[in-house]
């Protein structure tokens, strides 16, 4: 059985939500963030070194990484749902956004964060942080004009590893000029598997 490590309030939450999809059974095992500096437990590092979370063990492998552990769960689990066909067009999309949300869409929300906690030493920073947050999150909106997902026609891994993106941009209030990713937001915290994630782990509260 795969095992979860989750954090709350974290993107372990899409791992969650993603075996629920598939209807996988696993086993949670919690952790919760210090309170004063929300940072994570020093059991983490337990199971992974860096000490952070998603970790899933699974046959023995433990396997790091949002995007990664969406690959492995899919193809060693997924019995052909979740992903394009590995022949088509569409899988090199599906892959893109898999990478794409950590590798580029995330470091500028992420020094939104950070910068933010610096004041007005972070002053001259927030110009190029803004313009970078702006394209990324056009770039987003934009792919989803017309469309209820990112790929195809039906909900992928692709959806549920980007959906963080949007958790944070949501959270940190970047979302009410961008009315296709806050719809498809919408669409995806609708789902059965998502509530469902969502009473297993616990307040979530990215999603508020």
């Not at 996988?24 to 940072?39: F, V």
């Not at 790929?151 to 959906?163: C, P």
């Not at 009473?199 to 999603?207: D, N």
């Amino acid at each position: 059985m795969i095992v979860v490590h989750h954090l709350n309030e974290s993107r372990s939450q899409r791992i969650l939500w993603l075996l629920e999809e598939l209807g996988l059974p696993y086993a949670l095992k919690a952790y919760t963030r210090d309170p004063k500096t929300h940072l994570a437990p020093p059991e983490l590092t337990a199971i992974h070194p860096l000490g952070k979370a998603p970790v899933i063990e699974d046959d023995g492998h433990v396997i790091s990484e949002s995007g990664a552990i969406i690959d492995y769960i899919i193809r060693r689990h997924g019995g052909g749902r979740l992903a394009p066909d590995p022949a088509t067009h569409d899988y090199n999309l599906y892959q893109q956004w898999l990478h794409y949300a950590e590798g580029s869409a995330m470091p500028a929300l992420l020094l939104k964060m950070y910068v933010g906690r610096l004041g007005e030493a972070g002053a001259p920073l927030w110009p190029r942080i803004g313009g970078e947050i702006v394209k990324h999150l056009t770039y987003v909106d934009e792919a989803l004009a017309g469309r209820a997902f990112l790929v195809g026609d039906h909900l992928t891994g692709a959806d549920v590893q980007m959906s963080f993106v949007a958790e944070v941009a949501k959270a940190q209030g970047k979302l009410p000029v961008y009315a296709n990713i806050a719809a498809w937001l919408d669409r995806l915290h609708a789902r059965p598997a998502w509530k469902a994630a969502l009473v297993k782990s616990g307040p979530y509260r990215l999603g508020e």
